[in-house]
């Protein structure tokens, strides 16, 4: 219910609608065919991600100590909903009041999201943990198709003309993400064993996260697959914060398009996440991520190529299409791509990942995720500033290709063991 919930965030704000509302109507063109906007946008983002990086791993550490997750998840809900809540008073122009409560949002959300994952291990076997994880990235996918939904019909188009109405995009996600994640808190358990009271978080977060790096050597699996993850992932960031924003800029998509782009994703994320979810289950985990990374490259070409499609469709085949009409059925490509991809990649850590160590190893995952994120958005946006969008997107398929090179060292079955084998070791008392 927490991935139906927060879908309403990353959909609304990063991805269909804020997204774009902040390019082109809050900071706008500029003359520079928005890329002052694009970098901006992608500048705001990537500092919410590195504040990540330098606070989940620690805050894994406490959570796991303290068997505390679910107070440090309510606390991180909290801080979304506030200030999503406030975007609605970033009119065009406060770029500057945009620009920090994005950071904050993203930043409360990201940290949300690493501390839901933590709790994969506790909810079935590892051989089911494939179907567990899929179905919730297919919820996940659901809900942000109602709460999308909704708000695309009821506020209408980003644009000038109508920012009265879809300035209200903050608070409606802020209200959806509040109202749809209360199940969570009350009846998602809190399955850990607190340790003795008395050692300080400082201490509690130094020594676990100093004997996990430590450690990584023995769980050489799981570190390796972290460096994959952080290319395809970095990829990712790029597809979500920028793909709808390269539909109006790039393509020149009208309203309805985009609001069937959304709808035909959602659907299409949501039956990657379930397939995939059971092939891993029969293939591996391992297989299925290099197979859904295979099936990101196809996309990325596909979205690039999509304006030279069209023309060509048209002149060889004699057909009347526009790059918008092609573009939705590169849509469903990617839709595939992203929800299967994601939940592959959620589930190889949760199978690397000891019980007594499940948030703090999630925590890594955490700053892989988002240390990717500032990586590639950064990339993406300073690029794009020298070459524009359309090329800039080739990025990506590089990215999505080094992560499958560097996954082949990966061992699925030592990974597994590794975990399985670990023993806990003792936390200073001072």
């Not at 065919?33 to 694009?38: D, I």
């Not at 188009?157 to 994640?181: D, K, Q």
């Not at 358990?189 to 996260?209: C, H, M, S």
């Not at 892989?368 to 993406?380: E, H, T, Y």
């Amino acid at each position: 219910m927490f991935d139906f919930a927060n879908q309403a965030y990353t959909l609304l704000i990063i991805t269909v609608v804020f997204g774009e509302l902040f390019t082109t109507v809050i900071v706008g063109e500029r003359g520079d065919n928005y890329r002052l906007a694009n970098f901006l946008w992608s500048l705001a983002l990537a500092l919410s991600s590195l504040m990540v990086v330098l606070t989940a791993p620690l805050c894994g550490a406490v959570m796991d100590y303290r068997a505390e997750k679910k107070r440090f998840l309510f606390l991180s809900y909290l801080a979304t909903v506030a200030t999503t809540a406030m975007l609605y008073f970033v009119a065009p122009g406060y770029v500057m009041l945009g620009f920090l409560l994005i950071v904050l949002s993203n930043y409360a959300y990201s940290m949300g999201e690493s501390f839901i994952a933590s709790f994969l291990p506790d909810l079935g076997p590892p051989e089911a943990m494939g179907k567990i994880s899929g179905f919730g990235w297919a919820l996940g996918y659901i809900g942000g198709l109602f709460a999308a939904g909704f708000t695309l019909v009821a506020l209408g188009e980003t644009t000038a003309e109508n920012f009265e109405r879809i300035r209200w995009v903050g608070p409606f996600a802020a209200g959806f993400f509040l109202v749809t994640a209360i199940p969570t808190f009350m009846w998602l358990k809190e399955r850990g064993t607190p340790q003795p009271p008395g050692v300080p978080y400082r201490v509690i977060a130094k020594a676990r996260v100093k004997t996990t790096l430590e450690d990584l050597r023995y769980f050489q699996d799981l570190a390796i697959f972290l460096v994959s993850l952080l290319f395809s992932m970095a990829g990712i960031y790029i597809i979500i914060s920028f793909a709808f924003i390269y539909g109006a800029q790039v393509i020149q998509w009208d309203g309805a398009i985009r609001n069937v782009m959304f709808i035909i994703v959602q659907i299409t994320a949501a039956a990657g996440a379930l397939g995939f979810g059971w092939i891993q289950d029969h293939l591996g985990a391992k297989l299925t991520y290099q197979i859904t990374l295979g099936l990101w490259v196809s996309s990325i070409l596909a979205i690039w190529a999509t304006p030279q499609l069209t023309v060509f469709l048209n002149t060889y085949l004699g057909l009347t299409l526009e790059a918008q009409h092609v573009f939705l059925v590169v849509g469903c490509l990617a839709g595939t791509s992203l929800g299967s991809s994601q939940s592959a990649s959620r589930v190889l850590v949760g199978l690397f990942t000891p019980l007594p160590k499940a948030a703090e190893f999630f925590g890594f995952w955490g700053l892989a995720n988002k240390l990717a994120s500032v990586f590639g958005i950064v990339m993406l946006g300073t690029l794009q500033a020298f070459i524009g969008l359309q090329a800039s997107i080739l990025l990506c398929a590089a990215l999505f290709i080094t992560a499958m090179l560097i996954c082949t060292q990966v061992n699925e079955t030592r990974g597994r063991r590794a975990a399985c084998e670990w023993k806990p070791q003792e936390l200073p008392s001072t």
